[in-house]
């Protein structure tokens, strides 16, 4: 088995309604390569925030109270975390150099994906972009469209880890891959029936890998292409990997922010 993983260099730096299929395919055509059918396609959701014009200006915001106070807590600006607030439905740790929320859309992140990296102003921040498992299904449409062939999308994030340093990668959406694949029931090598914990989270697995090429600072590779998986046939949103909040041994406040 062989599976391979293609970068495209020369990219620009996108920005707001930048057709990124087009874009993706005219950087495939230089070096020579093209999509196929089953590729996976991994963006960087900083791309796609750009390309949805996900952009805010600090200038124009004013911190409530609860932002003074947890901007003083964690030592960050109190405008920065008035904006993750906005973005967020609970906040989970509080400390400094840290702030832990939900994000809106479920998943469990620091400062809900709020960057300043990357945009050449430090008074501009990007937010995550809108329904990513619905931007998933519009890039995979659009490259259809153009390319005439069908390939799966993710859209990846690189999260922080409670027990262990360093940042992996998550799908925060997904489309035209079985984002989940639950394996209870098959056998193991010895005949064995896996359990229910038998679960493989292939999108989060993608965005892992297209990350050691993406990479996180200046590489300019935003976009990944994976070649030569069984992608399922039984395709599944990104939103299926998180896991219901009464499940989370985790995430449970050990304060009242609210």
């Known amino acids: ?3 391979e993983l293609i970068a495209p260099e020369g990219l620009p730096v ?9 874009l993706l395919l005219d950087a495939l055509a230089r070096e020579h390569e093209s999509l196929v059918e089953r590729d996976v396609v991994v963006v960087t959701a900083k791309v796609l925030s750009k390309v949805q014009g996900r952009v805010l200006d600090l200038a124009t915001v004013v911190p409530s109270e609860r932002a003074l106070g947890l901007g003083a807590l964690t030592e960050k600006d109190p405008r920065l975390v008035e904006v993750v607030l906005r973005e967020s439905t609970e906040v989970l740790r509080a400390r400094p ?11 469990i992140s620091g400062m809900a994906g709020v960057d300043r990296s990357n945009l050449g102003d430090e008074e501009r921040v990007l937010l995550l972009p809108e329904d990513p498992d619905g931007s998933a299904e519009a890039l995979r449409a659009r490259l259809l469209e153009l390319a005439g062939v069908e390939v799966g999308v993710v859209v990846s994030d690189s999260h922080g880890r409670p027990f262990r340093i360093g940042n992996t990668g998550v799908a925060l959406g997904a489309a035209g891959i079985c984002s989940v694949r639950r394996l209870e029931g098959q056998p193991d090598l010895f005949g064995r029936p896996l359990t229910g914990a038998s679960i493989v989270p292939t999108a989060d697995l993608l965005a892992s890998a297209a990350i050691l090429l993406a990479g996180e600072a200046d590489e300019g590779r935003p976009v990944v292409v994976v070649r030569g998986l069984d992608l399922g046939s039984d395709p599944s949103a990104a939103a299926e990997l998180i896991r219901p909040a009464g499940s989370d041994l985790f995430a449970s406040p050990d304060r009242d922010y609210r």
């Open 14 to 22: 996108f920005g707001r309604g930048d057709d990124l299929a087009r």
């Open 1 to 3: 088995m062989r599976v």
């Open 97 to 107: 150099g840290n702030l832990l929320v939900r994000h809106r859309n479920g998943w």
